[in-house]
């Protein structure tokens, strides 16, 4: 079986071809579902253009001999540093949901986050694999159903708690309006949804005061934001704009993530994502301060192509990737990254959410 598995997996070379293959297999329906925006899809068109504005700047004579890609979040060893982010209704991907995710993240190396609106579920997921979990929490009860939702995470293993805070209205995403389509997670996602619109930082304070494990805020996006946070003690900040999927007219997430680190001071690790694609991205992010990365539309094009076999996949490519630029860029290993590293540029290409793929060629299929 794993095997098979490998084998599965090993066919793609290039990233482009586990896009290519999600495509081919998924409805327009699910393809506009993974890959739309909010409104205009401004926001998600500047993820992309804001890590294109940003180029590498390679220092030369360095010994290279050998090359470190891990990195360590919370104390655990990461094979290199990048999370699996929280997807809602990842099953309608891969059958197997967050369960496979967790099983590619486990077998090669990194951390997945699992969202409270995937399936399999909190305890199944928990169960299906080992390796670093953290669980998400939409919050769609009272107090009590939060608390009842963190005994649940810490009893079941996960080794970290978050909870997103960029939702307290949810959006317009006009390819689903569009088509009339409705997800069958969004209905879900929607039921209590005046929870998590109420959420405030007292809140924050209390699920901090309560839990054994770190706590993450999934969505902070300026310095005001990040400074109260730390000021409660919370862990980690997960600089996000949820991909470009809540606020449309937004910040790209790699420009958020500067003054968010500036105002962390080292009180709290750094998690962000929002249109990174390519290993380059990634070291980019590492440069400007990020402890990690998240990806989320990149390893789902993995499950929709080859189940958890894509989703492994998808992240030794990113190695093989950030394991050529950091040879070149003269670094031999991600704690040799800081600011030095990277430096405004001109973007070639024109951004939209696979504009980090260029030989993608998909006849007669709309992007």
Known sequence: MAEAADEAGSQFLILHELVKAARLKLSDDLWDYLTGGADSETTLRRNRLALDALALRPRVLRDVARIDCSGTLFG?????????APIGSVEVFDPGGAAAAAAAAAGFGVPTMVSSVSEPGLEATAASAGGHKIFQLYVRGDAAWVDDHLRRAEAAG????????????????ERDIAKRYIPAGRRRDLLGQDYQAALNWEDVK????????????????????AELACKLGVDCLYVSNHGGRQLDHGRSAIEMLPEVAAAARGRAQI?????????????????????AVGIGRLYCYGLAAAGAAGA???LELLEAEIHTALGLIGAAAITDLDKTCVAAAAPVTVPHVLSAFPLLDLPERRY
């Not at 996960?158 to 995403?173: G, H, K």
């Not at 209390?206 to 934001?225: F, H, N, W, Y």
């Open 76 to 84: 655990w060893k990461l094979r290199i540093p990048v999370v699996l």
């Open 158 to 173: 996960y080794e970290a708690f978050c909870l997103t805070v960029d939702t307290a209205v949810y959006s317009r995403r």
């Open 206 to 225: 209390r699920v901090k005061s309560k839990l054994k494990i770190p706590l993450i805020l999934k969505g902070i996006a300026t310095a005001e934001d």
């Open 271 to 291: 998690i962000v994502d929002g249109g990174f694609c390519r290993g380059t991205d990634i070291l980019k992010a590492l440069a400007l301060g990020a402890t």
């Open 312 to 314: 492994a996949r998808v």
